[in-house]
């Protein structure tokens, strides 16, 4: 793995004459968290319908479509796929006939004791279909006898550990939940349709409300299940009150720079932690350069906000191909180092004869950034000097976001001289961790920062009794 995989994101949507279209857009405005398959349950009367497959939502997804899946709720999904695990059994929605009628499940994280809850259901005589944490949720809440759906899945919730944000749609509500930590991000909107029909519509990220015209409430709080029926909308607690732990990397790479993620822009977020970095860094020993350049598209934030600090100009000062599709055929062998330049291509007008401080977001294995340096150099820049606006990462998260092994990440293993040897850079720096608190405006107890500190919130017990390729969740 070269890079971090996208997580997943979750759709749903209550009353609207247009349901599965609603939520085929929304998913489409959070297509960036899950490219590996997609998913729509709808629900019409007490009949749910359900079209899912592998593929990004336009590929999965027509009009002939979305004009069968009828219905005025929907839930959707958009997933990644961990290693071994891309198989139709795992996509989302999830959807099973229970003693109190059908119940389809959207899940983004990762339940981290998924494994020992799925080894003792086994025993007590459940069937699993696939190899996902989610599958837990749906026996959970058919074990328990209430016939009241709120309290089956208060109870199933309440016996998990790690990150989950879901959906749920039955035959008389929809449901959203969210960990009692609140790891991954859920919001709620309204949507009024030109009928004047008010909708309840509820997505992992705001973006996708705006595409649609939704309008923001609020986050589903941390420990809360939300549901809607035909009384209105109604809220409950579960679990025990616990420290919330907002996972820090949706707003250092996951979410898009669009929305608003846990009550914060995440653009502003990034454009601060370039300008705190640009600090940190003349703190240090102010370098000499001339520009400051993003790595397109994520690093474009932060390296304004760099830019603004440090009174230096931004350029684009490379070019990225935003068409390279999921058939392109790879080059051979014999001319793999192509490789970045197919997406990635250095401006020799902006770099020629310039230091440059060029910004990222992240730096995994080291790989991609020799090669994007390498070609700096190639167009003539005379120093290239590195900043990432994110602490060294050195470890895996298990929380839902497909991370490498800690032995692929290289900050676990280098210093951050022997890094920025490796990658080819005249010098290296991160943003630390209090800086990357302060561009969240948060303390570093409410955020999850495990895959910069190694310091984990929650037990990691079970997890090798997850399915292989299923490790970090789906």
Not at 89 to 107: I, T
Request: charge should be neutral; aromatic fraction near 6%.
């Amino acid at each position: 793995m070269k890079s971090f995989k996208d997580e997943c994101g979750v759709v749903g949507v209550w009353n609207h004459q247009h349901a599965s279209r609603m939520t085929y857009l929304s998913l489409y405005a959070i297509q960036h968290r899950g490219q590996e398959s997609t998913g729509i349950v709808t629900l019409e009367d007490s009949t749910q319908r359900i079209h899912k497959g592998p593929g990004l939502v336009s590929e999965v997804f027509n009009d002939e479509i979305l004009d069968s899946l009828k219905g005025l709720a929907a839930i959707g999904h958009v997933r990644y796929a961990t290693t071994g695990a891309n198989q139709m059994a795992n996509f989302q929605p999830l959807q099973a006939n229970l003693s109190n009628g059908p119940v389809a499940v959207a899940h983004n994280g990762n339940i981290v004791n998924a494994g020992p809850v799925r080894e003792r259901l086994k025993s007590e005589g459940s069937i699993f279909q696939g190899t996902n944490d989610t599958e837990v949720i749906l026996h959970l809440i058919a074990k328990h006898p209430s016939k009241d759906l709120v309290e089956c899945v208060k109870s199933a919730l309440s016996q998990l550990e790690g990150a989950f944000s879901l959906t749920i749609l039955s035959h008389k509500a929809m449901i959203a939940a969210r960990d009692p930590m609140g790891f991954r991000p859920l919001v709620l909107g309204k949507l009024q349709d030109p009928d004047g029909r008010e909708s309840f519509v509820v997505a992992s990220e705001t973006c996708a409300f705006d595409l649609i015209g939704a309008k923001f409430l609020r986050e589903i709080e941390p420990g809360e299940i939300w549901w809607v029926d035909g009384d209105g909308e109604h809220s409950v607690k579960f679990g025990s009150n616990q420290p919330r732990k907002a996972c820090v990397f949706e707003h250092v790479y996951f979410a898009r720079p669009d929305s608003i993620v846990f009550g914060q822009s995440v653009y502003e977020v990034r454009k601060r932690a370039g300008q705190l970095l640009a600090r940190e860094d003349a703190k240090e020993g102010k370098i000499q350069f001339d520009v400051v350049i993003p790595v397109p598209d994520s690093g474009v934030p932060s390296a304004l906000g760099y830019s603004v600090e440090s009174g230096r100009p931004f350029e684009l000062g490379i070019i990225r191909n935003h068409y390279i599709g999921r058939t392109f055929i790879q080059p051979h062998q014999s001319i793999r180092d192509i490789g970045v330049k197919i997406k990635l291509n250095p401006q020799e007008a902006v770099l020629r004869d310039k230091r440059v401080v060029v910004l990222d977001d992240s730096l995994v294995r080291g790989t991609t950034s020799k090669k994007i340096i390498s070609l700096i150099r190639a167009a003539g820049a005379k120093e290239v000097h590195l900043r990432i606006a994110a602490p060294p990462t050195i470890g895996p998260c298990y929380y839902g976001v497909d991370t490498p092994e800690k032995s692929q990440l290289i900050a676990s293993r280098q210093t951050i001289e022997e890094i920025g040897k490796f990658v080819g850079a005249d010098s290296l720096r991160y943003l630390s961790i209090d800086g990357l608190m302060s561009a969240v405006k948060g303390e570093q107890g409410g955020f999850c920062a495990a895959c910069f500190d190694g310091k984990y919130p929650t037990g990691l017990h079970g997890l090798d009794l997850i399915p292989k390729g299923n490790v970090r969740g789906l």
